[in-house]
């Protein structure tokens, strides 16, 4: 499989306990060989960005930085117009059409494993 949802918000996770199900959910999917995971962390109650949008995005960044995941685009950059997002889809076997594709969705990050 090409591309897994792996959503964050579920069940109200703290911070510490979100990052912690996305490193082990991360691991999984990688041994699987998915290529594409969209992650759904929620944006907060208040349209400002919550803590944990904050924490998964940094995390995400630094695992890029440090070469454990390929690539990351947030929420408004998947989308057709974007070339990374094209390169994405194109990378996957098949044609994968996301409910948030083309939507500018602040509560999602793709990665790329």
Same mark, same amino acid.
């Given at each position: 499989?090409? %591309?897994? !949802?792996? #959503?964050?918000?579920? $069940? ?9 199900? =996305?490193?082990? @959910? ?27 949008? %904050?924490? !998964?995005? #940094?995390?995400?960044? $630094? ?9 990351? =685009?947030?929420? @408004? ?37």
């Amino acid at each position: 499989m090409d %591309f897994k !949802v792996l #959503n964050l918000k579920q $069940n109200s996770p703290s911070v510490q306990q979100a990052i912690a199900l =996305l490193d082990i @959910n991360l691991d999984i999917y990688k041994s699987e060989g998915v290529k594409v995971v969209k992650i759904i962390h929620g944006y907060g109650s208040h349209g400002i960005g919550g803590a944990i949008c %904050f924490a !998964v995005r #940094n995390h995400l960044r $630094n695992k890029k930085k440090n070469g454990k995941i390929k690539d990351m =685009l947030l929420g @408004n950059e998947w989308d057709m117009s974007n070339g990374k997002c094209l390169e994405i889809l194109t990378s996957m076997s098949g044609h994968y059409l996301d409910e948030d594709l083309n939507n500018h969705n602040p509560g999602i990050t793709i990665v790329v494993l």
